[in-house]
Nanobody, 118 residues
Framework: QVQLVESGGGAAQPGGSLRLSCATS????????MSWVRQAPGKGLEWVSD????????YYADSVNGRFTISRDNARNTLYLQMNSLKPDDTAVYYC???????????WGQGTQVTVSS
């Protein structure tokens, strides 16, 4: 069975950093683009970033570009999101998601909460 398990969330102050991880199993990790998506309280889903199967190509939402870095370790079947210069608007539940194709996700993790406040 496909499993995606996020971890690394928590509380941070503005300007701080967190590193999120998504441990995956049950599928050939190296065959899939992967994404991070977030949902702020009372808001809809917002795409954050994605990465191609080999890790050489990345994409970022304008809201996080220059502050967040997506990466993957294909040997460990793990996806990462390094978040620097955190802002209160980054407060959200962060999900990792597998890309079934360029525009659709077919599996999601349970999410990990990130709270940025002073």
């Amino acid at each position: 069975q496909v499993q995606l398990v996020e971890s690394g969330g928590g509380a941070a102050q503005p300007g701080g950093s967190l590193r999120l991880s998504c441990a995956t199993s049950g599928f050939t990790f190296t065959s899939y683009f992967m994404s991070w998506v977030r949902q702020a309280p009372g808001k809809g889903l917002e795409w954050v970033s994605d990465i191609n199967s080999r890790g050489g190509t990345t994409y970022y939402a304008d809201s996080v570009n220059g502050r967040f870095t997506i990466s993957r370790d294909n040997a460990r079947n793990t996806l990462y999101l390094q978040m620097n210069s955190l802002k209160p608007d980054d407060t959200a539940v962060y999900y990792c998601a597998r890309n079934a194709d360029i525009v659709r996700y077919d599996y999601w993790g349970q999410g990990t909460q990130v709270t940025v406040s002073s």
